[in-house]
């Protein structure tokens, strides 16, 4: 009796092997002629499977991108919601397939099916927000824009280049903007760019109301771009304001010295109100910290060959009709030149020389250097460089430059009597 047992059980357990090998053998063929991509190996993995809907939706995209015909393709990309609507890519191969046939109804429905089985995916919602944009469902779209980039910060710039492109609405896409300072300045970089300076200026705003840390390297343009337009007031601000929004930038912010960094404590930021360097022949421009007049370091410049503008210079916010007075500290070593190098201020627009410090020779220990000036009646901004006049004089030797400064000139209480 007991041997019958066993050999029963013994039966059914090869049974249920064999069951279970002629399942996963047909398994395995279909998802070998599925792999061929091949429509009639691909018929035949479905009817192998039918219950697969992967295999369902691979002969939908097959029937949909390969033979274009949508058609064929739509019952299979139905079957395939039907067996597995909790799948969000075959709503959407749905969706395309209701499209190829002029379903624009039953597209929709698939549309929103697949939202709601995925509502945070950026693929999804990036084909949703199309979808709704070309329908002219721009509530929808921008909403669906608004997943988009909250999730994928990849997505952010085409997002926002393709939101512009079509509703050109600063107000509705700021509104949609994550609350991230990188995203706002992808914006205010596009609309700089398109020359939607007052959209700019109204995103900027928003910007500082996030009350975040904003990285000034990514922002900057902001200030160059506003310096551009010839808006310095508005440059001037939004530098301050960056300033307050971000710890490095703060130790930029001037104070009764007009020069920013004037002692060349800090890194040279190449923008905004800082020191800006563009290499020129003749000279080579650094940063000397066993040099200086005070502080800790200084700016170094190593002279061999012809060259007037030693390529280091800083733009200064000033008022029109105003007198001024620019100084610097200044030591020379073996500075052989028929003219050596000075400290100008011109205006930043026109070139229109103001100031001209005497010119430095020879081997010098640290002394002063100044000039006084008045800005003209327009006169917002004006550059402070290093220059030689005449350029094409040749010039050899090393000249460090330490505590710039630029100030009104207070008057003194006898010449206001």
Request: net charge negative.
């Amino acid at each position: 009796m007991a041997t019958t047992h066993r050999t029963l059980g013994l039966a059914a357990c090869i049974g249920l092997l064999a069951i279970y090998g002629w399942f996963a053998a047909r398994s395995f063929q279909a998802a070998r002629l599925a792999s061929s991509l091949d429509v009639v190996a691909l018929e035949r993995a479905v009817a192998l499977e039918p219950r697969d809907a992967a295999y369902q939706d691979l002969l939908c995209r097959y029937l949909l991108f390969d033979k274009q015909d949508a058609g064929a393709a739509l019952p299979r990309c139905q079957r395939a919601t039907e067996l597995n609507p909790y799948q969000s890519a075959y709503w959407l191969d749905l969706a395309l397939a209701y499209y190829s046939t002029g379903a624009e109804r039953e597209q929709e429905q698939a549309i929103l099916k697949a939202t709601l089985v995925d509502p945070t995916t950026p693929d999804v919602a990036w084909n949703a927000a199309n979808f709704f944009l070309a329908q002219g469902k721009v509530a929808e779209a921008l909403h669906q824009f608004a997943v988009v980039m909250r999730s994928d910060p990849d997505m952010v710039r085409p997002s926002l280049n393709l939101c512009w492109r079509t509703l050109h609405n600063v107000s509705a896409i700021e509104a949609i903007l994550p609350p991230d300072p990188d995203a706002y300045l992808q914006f205010i970089r596009l609309l700089t760019t398109n020359n939607q300076w007052e959209g700019a200026h109204q995103v900027w705003s928003a910007l500082l109301l996030l009350n975040q840390e904003i990285d000034y390297r990514q922002a900057l343009f902001y200030v160059d771009g506003l310096l551009q337009q010839r808006d310095v007031a508005r440059a001037q601000q939004a530098w301050d304001q960056l300033a307050s929004h971000s710890a490095t930038l703060s130790r930029y912010r001037r104070t009764d010295n007009l020069v920013v960094d004037g002692s060349f404590k800090e890194a040279i930021l190449n923008a905004g109100f800082d020191w800006r360097y563009s290499a020129q022949p003749g000279s080579a421009v650094s940063v000397d910290n066993t040099e200086f007049h005070s502080g800790r370091q200084s700016l170094l410049i190593s002279y061999n060959g012809a060259g007037g503008d030693a390529g280091i210079s800083q733009y200064v916010a000033v008022k029109p009709n105003t007198q001024y007075s620019i100084s610097a500290w200044a030591k020379s070593q073996k500075l052989d030149s028929a003219n050596g190098p000075s400290i100008s201020v011109r205006d930043a627009y026109d070139g229109k020389p103001y100031a001209l410090t005497q010119e430095t020779l020879d081997t010098t220990a640290w002394h002063h250097l100044e000039s006084s000036f008045q800005t003209g009646p327009e006169t917002e901004l004006v550059t402070i460089l290093i220059t030689r006049d005449p350029a094409n004089t040749h010039v050899k030797g090393k000249f460090w430059v330490d505590d710039v400064s630029l100030q009104p000139t207070v008057p003194s209480l006898q010449s206001q009597d």
